[in-house]
């Protein structure tokens, strides 16, 4: 029977020796590291601060679809999925560590590519890879990633603290990654159909990109810190604006009110939803694959968030009996539902 072991385009090495290989991709830049790939296990000394921790596994034909998702941008995506959970409570992330399970449908060349965009996503954050192992899977390619990062205890926000008349805020633009997942599966259908017929994404460039290689919001982390802004809650928004301030209002027994001509959305999304017959309002409540963060800000703060771009104010916060809803266009009071992204 045959060793499901990684093809090599090189002599052999063993487990070992390729992860030593390959630990030459990730030098460690933070002084919070201490030792990096190599040993038994990580060392992070994070001095007085909070160490802020979450684990993202990723399956193939579950999460992702290599038909048409490029091995580079995978990389990049597991990291940014995996470091926006902990930008949602407001740490800096430090650390990710790595676990692949990859079978002998592929070779060296396509590891050291979805290793590329891992690094290529670690150096655009200032994140250091520290651990790194590999193993063998039947057929398909999982990856577990665990992301590390700090906190100053004062500058710590969960979902839990969201009072009455706060303002909800929200980075970013919406259902544009969901979007180019509909254009994918598109043309993955016709070309499975008829393989000689060309996928066509003439002027779709920024859908596809928010939903190959959307990008780690630690522009936002750092504006707020820059212009003194704690916000009272916060969470990272990967499944849809509805699931996201369902959460903050979960968590602090509050309710709320958006407001539809708030959504923030782009005219390339906008136009594609219409297009492909879906109500773009339902796409940014209930898409995914955003990775933006949601906050919400005391109203003494609303001069300081204008300073910051990218900021969208998308409602208030509420008393909890008033419960969680959306304002249309036509002024029609909508009780929100979190469907969530279905992936």
Excluded: W
């Excluded at 040993?39 to 684990?55: F, K, L, R």
Aim: hydrophobic share 40%; charged share 25%; net charge negative.
């Amino acid at each position: 029977m045959e060793e499901n072991t990684i093809k090599q385009e090189t002599p052999q090495f063993g487990k070992y020796d390729l992860i030593a290989e390959l630990a030459k991709y990730f030098p460690n830049a933070n002084a919070s590291t201490v030792v990096g790939i190599g040993d038994d296990a990580a060392v992070i000394a994070p001095n007085e601060e909070h160490v802020v921790s979450t684990t993202k596994v990723f399956m193939e034909n579950v999460h992702f679809d290599l038909t048409y998702v490029p091995l580079l941008h995978l990389g990049y995506k597991v990291v940014t999925v995996a470091i926006a959970d902990l930008l949602g409570m407001n740490a800096v992330p430090t650390q990710v560590m790595l676990n692949v399970c990859i079978s002998n449908r592929f070779d060296l060349k396509a590891v050291n590519e979805l290793l590329e965009g891992v690094q290529a996503c670690c150096d655009n954050a200032h994140v250091d890879v520290v651990g790194l192992d590999l193993s063998t899977s039947r057929k398909d390619l999982i990856i577990s990633v665990t992301a590390l990062g700090e906190c100053e205890a004062a500058r710590m926000v969960t979902r839990e603290g969201a009072k009455e008349n706060e303002l909800i805020c929200v980075s970013g633009d919406f259902a544009a990654a969901y979007t180019g997942l509909l254009l994918l599966e598109r043309e993955k259908k016709v070309f499975e159909s008829n393989p000689d017929v060309q996928p066509d994404f003439t002027g779709k460039d920024y859908l596809l990109r928010r939903q190959l290689r959307p990008e780690p919001r630690l522009d936002i982390i750092e504006a707020l810190r820059r212009e003194d802004i704690l916000p009272t809650t916060m969470t990272n928004v990967s499944d849809g604006i509805a699931a996201a301030v369902m959460q903050i209002c979960k968590a602090s027994h509050v309710g709320c009110e958006l407001f539809e001509e708030k959504l923030p959305m782009t005219e390339e999304t906008f136009v594609t939803l219409k297009d492909l017959d879906i109500v773009h309002t339902v796409a940014a409540l209930n898409g995914g694959d955003d990775y933006e963060l949601m906050f919400t800000i005391k109203q003494s703060d609303f001069e300081k968030i204008k300073n910051i771009e990218n900021i969208s104010i998308i409602g208030y916060i509420k008393e909890e009996h008033a419960g969680c809803h959306i304002v249309t266009g036509d002024n029609v009071h909508v009780e929100l539902h979190a469907q969530g992204f279905k992936s």
